[in-house]
């Protein structure tokens, strides 16, 4: 028993040692530092992303509107200078003009005609399919006095070249430079989750390694004015007080296991002399049984003999009669005696079942035949209710028969005269069981478990004139209990009582009233 008390309390303290290990630190961890990473890298990435990418966006929508405003302004200029050379003809300058213009990089092609439509000059190539919003047309117009007439035609044609390097050149900049900024914020991320989160954390799960491997607490040796310091002195203030419920622990298991072992020492005594008296009462119940048994036998059979005239007449009737209660009053003796050694007996664990196959119908009308004299003289009527198809029993076939006439007995003894007493039997193909019913002075439920302790009667105005030893119930129930049944009693005060017996299915044959037909 020490030893059980000890791992108990050995299986508490580890629990307790173990308990804020096991909270703070599953069985497979995941790096804090990779978590913080996971989670502020693509955060931090997209919004560069999104920056980044609405900067490219303006930059090059505004490059572009100052491409179609260049191309406006090229072709506005471009047509009021070629006005007079178209005018008067001279092809030459107007070919050395569009040679001048076309040396801007942004300008793809240029091209003259003239009110017919025949080209003058041209510089470059046109190719409206692949750039529809990047080429413009203007009326060549030359003012005279007394008129202004349309003398020919200018297209431009731009390309987007310059704006589109420039977008290659600024996407390949910000790429570097977002590799630049991410690799900064990473870096800086990871020193100040280590700083004021790994570090930190470190130490506490090594304090919490340490107590696990070592059984003695340490604290955490970390103070900040964050978070982080304020979970590191709660934890040392639990370490603190587990630290002392541990050491109360074990000054109390201390105590329990010394207190344990002096009241085991005291039990121990205890059930020795216990042991010892019972020992002593069940031999001495054995010997006196026997002394008793030998002159009882002889009283009753010469008893016996007198009742009977065996030796000849007696001269006066009565002695007849003194024999016949000297007779009676022995077997009454006789019977007390072998019920108060087998009572004994089963308490010692000592009774012996004689199993064997037991037609209970049988036992029961046996029994009522046994007890219908004294059913008679007290004015009682007996009655039996046995079902035709009955299982067999596997038994002892006496001891049954004691419990019965126990049973019969008691009933009997407690029913008034114009009472019932009746015996039944039930099998519903599961449970056998057999019941006594009587309709008796009955029994107060505060006084069923008193009337099952020997030598124990219920204190009434009702009983106190009935005879008994108060042994027939405690008996029946060690009787019931040897076979590995079960013993009931259902009473109601002034209304009669029952007393049901159920055996167990592992007793129960094939029924014996087939049996009996078959044989």
Do not use: C
């Given at each position: 028993?020490?030893?059980?008390?000890?791992?108990?309390?050995?299986?508490?303290?580890?629990?307790?040692?173990?308990?804020?290990?096991?909270?703070?630190?599953?069985?497979?961890?995941?790096?804090?530092?990779?978590?913080?990473?996971?989670?502020?890298?693509?955060?931090?990435?997209?919004?560069?992303?999104?920056?980044?990418?609405?900067?490219?966006?303006?930059?090059?929508?505004?490059?572009?509107?100052?491409?179609?405003?260049?191309?406006?302004?090229?072709?506005?200029?471009?047509?009021?200078?070629?006005?007079?050379?178209?005018?008067?003809?001279?092809?030459?300058?107007v070919k050395l003009i569009l040679a001048a213009?076309?040396?801007?990089?942004?300008?793809?092609?240029?091209?003259?005609?003239?009110?017919?439509?025949?080209?003058?000059?041209?510089?470059?190539?046109?190719?409206?399919?692949?750039?529809?919003?990047?080429?413009?047309?203007?009326?060549?117009?030359?003012?005279?006095?007394?008129?202004?007439?349309?003398?020919?035609?200018?297209?431009?044609?731009?390309?987007?070249?310059?704006?589109?390097?420039?977008?290659?050149?600024?996407?390949?900049?910000?790429?570097?430079?977002?590799?630049?900024?991410?690799?900064?914020?990473?870096?800086?991320?990871?020193?100040?989750?280590?700083?004021?989160?790994?570090?930190?954390?470190?130490?506490?799960?090594?304090?919490?390694?340490?107590?696990?491997?070592?059984?003695?607490?340490?604290?955490?040796?970390?103070?900040?004015?964050?978070?982080?310091?304020?979970?590191?002195?709660?934890?040392?203030?639990?370490?603190?007080?587990?630290?002392?419920?541990?050491?109360?622990?074990?000054?109390?298991?201390?105590?329990?296991?010394?207190?344990?072992?002096?009241?085991?020492?005291?039990?121990?005594?205890?059930?020795?002399?216990?042991?010892?008296?019972?020992?002593?009462?069940?031999?001495?119940?054995?010997?006196?049984?026997?002394?008793?048994?030998?002159?009882?036998?002889?009283?009753?059979?010469?008893?016996?003999?007198?009742?009977?005239?065996?030796?000849?007449?007696?001269?006066?009737?009565?002695?007849?009669?003194?024999?016949?209660?000297?007779?009676?009053?022995?077997?009454?003796?006789?019977?007390?005696?072998?019920?108060?050694?087998?009572?004994?007996?089963?308490?010692?664990?000592?009774?012996?079942?004689?199993?064997?196959?037991?037609?209970?119908?049988?036992?029961?009308?046996?029994?009522?035949?046994?007890?219908?004299?004294?059913?008679?003289?007290?004015?009682?009527?007996l009655h039996r209710g046995v079902p035709e198809?009955?299982?067999?029993?596997?038994?002892?076939?006496?001891?049954?028969?004691?419990?019965?006439?126990?049973?019969?007995?008691?009933?009997?003894?407690?029913?008034?005269?114009?009472?019932?007493?009746?015996?039944?039997?039930?099998?519903?193909?599961?449970?056998?069981?057999?019941?006594?019913?009587?309709?008796?002075?009955?029994?107060?439920?505060?006084?069923?478990?008193?009337?099952?302790?020997?030598?124990?009667?219920v204190d009434s105005s009702l009983n106190r004139?009935?005879?008994?030893?108060?042994?027939?119930?405690?008996?029946?129930?060690?009787?019931?209990?040897?076979?590995?049944?079960?013993?009931?009693?259902?009473?109601?005060?002034?209304?009669?009582?029952?007393?049901?017996?159920?055996?167990?299915?592992?007793?129960?044959?094939?029924?014996?009233?087939?049996?009996?037909?078959?044989?």
């Open positions: 028993m020490r030893s059980r008390i000890r791992a108990s309390a050995r299986i508490v303290e580890g629990q307790l040692l173990g308990t804020s290990a096991m909270r703070l630190r599953p069985p497979r961890m995941r790096s804090v530092r990779a978590s913080f990473l996971a989670i502020n890298v693509p955060l931090v990435l997209m919004a560069m992303m999104a920056l980044f990418g609405v900067f490219e966006y303006t930059a090059h929508k505004q490059a572009m509107e100052d491409l179609h405003l260049k191309l406006r302004r090229i072709a506005s200029n471009q047509s009021a200078v070629l006005a007079e050379s178209v005018w008067n003809l001279d092809h030459e300058r213009t076309a040396d801007d990089p942004d300008i793809r092609g240029i091209a003259v005609y003239d009110d017919m439509g025949n080209l003058i000059g041209a510089v470059g190539t046109f190719d409206k399919s692949r750039m529809p919003g990047l080429i413009a047309e203007r009326d060549i117009v030359f003012s005279t006095r007394e008129q202004v007439e349309v003398i020919g035609r200018l297209i431009v044609a731009l390309t987007d070249a310059r704006v589109t390097a420039g977008t290659h050149h600024r996407v390949l900049l910000a790429g570097a430079l977002a590799v630049l900024l991410l690799m900064s914020v990473v870096v800086s991320a990871l020193i100040a989750n280590r700083w004021t989160i790994g570090i930190p954390l470190q130490r506490l799960l090594d304090s919490i390694d340490r107590t696990e491997s070592g059984g003695v607490r340490h604290p955490v040796q970390w103070d900040s004015h964050d978070e982080i310091g304020a979970v590191a002195r709660a934890f040392n203030r639990m370490q603190a007080r587990q630290q002392r419920y541990e050491t109360e622990l074990r000054q109390a298991r201390d105590n329990l296991e010394r207190r344990v072992a002096e009241r085991t020492a005291e039990l121990a005594r205890a059930r020795d002399a216990a042991e010892a008296a019972n020992k002593a009462k069940t031999g001495f119940l054995a010997n006196m049984s026997h002394e008793l048994r030998t002159p009882l036998n002889a009283v009753i059979g010469f008893a016996e003999v007198l009742e009977g005239e065996v030796l000849g007449p007696m001269a006066q009737p009565r002695y007849k009669d003194y024999a016949k209660d000297i007779a009676e009053s022995g077997r009454h003796l006789l019977s007390l005696i072998n019920d108060l050694l087998d009572l004994s007996k089963a308490e010692a664990g000592k009774l012996e079942l004689d199993e064997g196959e037991v037609d209970l119908a049988e036992a029961v009308e046996q029994s009522l035949a046994m007890v219908q004299p004294r059913a008679e003289a007290a004015g009682v009527s198809e009955l299982p067999g029993l596997y038994a002892d076939e006496r001891k049954i028969k004691q419990v019965l006439l126990n049973l019969l007995t008691n009933a009997i003894k407690f029913t008034p005269a114009g009472g019932e007493v009746g015996a039944l039997i039930e099998w519903d193909g599961t449970h056998l069981r057999f019941s006594v019913t009587d309709t008796g002075i009955g029994i107060a439920r505060e006084d069923l478990e008193k009337v099952m302790q020997p030598f124990a009667q004139k009935y005879e008994g030893t108060g042994l027939g119930l405690p008996l029946v129930k060690s009787l019931v209990e040897l076979h590995g049944g079960e013993l009931n009693i259902h009473s109601e005060p002034g209304r009669g009582t029952r007393v049901v017996v159920q055996l167990p299915f592992e007793r129960v044959r094939r029924p014996a009233t087939a049996a009996r037909q078959a044989s």
